[in-house]
Nanobody, 127 residues
Framework: QVQLVESGGGSVQAGGSLRLSCAAS????????MGWFRQAPGKERELVATIGRSASTTYYADSVKGRFTISRDNAKNTVYLQMSSLKPEDTAVYYC????????????????????WGQGTQVTVSS
């Protein structure tokens, strides 16, 4: 079972930037496809971005496309989410997730396809 630990959350003003990190342990990181999800108060957890094992494939939700960048460093067992031009509506708890699936049940991959989750990190964007 892989363990995932997020860091880098915080409070920032609209237009600012943050970089989230997620460190993995317990399983060979390069065997995992990774994703970032977020959950705002009173809302469902939603997919933000995903990245394939070799980083050759990425997906972004329309709401963050052009502002967020997902990347990974397999040598450091870490996946990142660089967030720029942040908006108040980006305020949420951000979760890192991993999966060993090679074929997702649908596209974009649903939350249920990810078997490992971090504890979450709070991102607050003020106007």
């Amino acid at each position: 079972q892989v363990q995932l630990v997020e860091s880098g959350g915080g409070s920032v003003q609209a237009g600012g930037s943050l970089r989230l990190s997620c460190a993995a342990s317990g399983q060979t990181f390069s065997t995992l496809a990774m994703g970032w999800f977020r959950q705002a108060p009173g809302k469902e957890r939603e997919l933000v971005a995903t990245i394939g094992r070799s980083a050759s494939t990425t997906y972004y939700a329309d709401s963050v496309k052009g502002r967020f960048t997902i990347s990974r460093d397999n040598a450091k067992n870490t996946v990142y989410l660089q967030m720029s031009s942040l908006k108040p509506e980006d305020t949420a708890v951000y979760y890192c997730a991993g999966t060993t699936l090679r074929i997702f049940s649908s596209w974009p991959p649903p939350r249920a396809d990810f078997g490992s989750w971090g504890q979450g990190t709070q991102v607050t964007v003020s106007s």
